[in-house]
């Protein structure tokens, strides 16, 4: 069983910058991938970033340049640092790991981008 305990997330103005965090814990022998997916009422849930076991990541067009993600594979977590926020990138941000072939989900944090 894996877990996942995401933290972070906020309201802030646009402009602003907020670090997202989740660690996994549980029976993890190796993480392929590790990304963040957002949701906005009334939308379907998006690919934000992930990032590889060999560092490799992939952005979303809508936050390419103000986005970093990166990982501790050490502490199996996964960071997303987020510059420059816009009202639209408000939304409830969920972690996302692959473990073999199974998927898991954190319970996701709001964040909140005020103009």
């Known amino acids: 069983q894996v877990q996942l305990v995401e933290s972070g997330g906020g309201l802030v103005q646009a402009g602003g910058s907020l670090e997202l965090s989740c660690a996994a814990s549980g029976t993890i022998f190796s993480i392929n991938l590790m990304g963040w997916f957002r949701q906005a009422p009334g939308k379907e849930r998006e690919l934000v970033a992930f990032?590889?076991?060999?560092?490799?990541?992939n952005y979303a067009d809508s936050v390419r340049g103000r986005f970093t993600i990166s990982r501790d594979s050490a502490k199996n977590t996964v960071y997303l640092q987020m510059n420059s926020l816009k009202p639209e990138d408000t939304a409830v941000y969920y972690c996302?790991?692959?473990?073999?072939?199974?998927?898991?989900w954190g319970q996701g944090t709001q964040v909140t981008v005020s103009s």
């Open positions: 996302h790991i692959q473990v073999s072939s199974k998927t898991y």
């Open positions: 990032i590889t076991r060999g560092g490799n990541t």
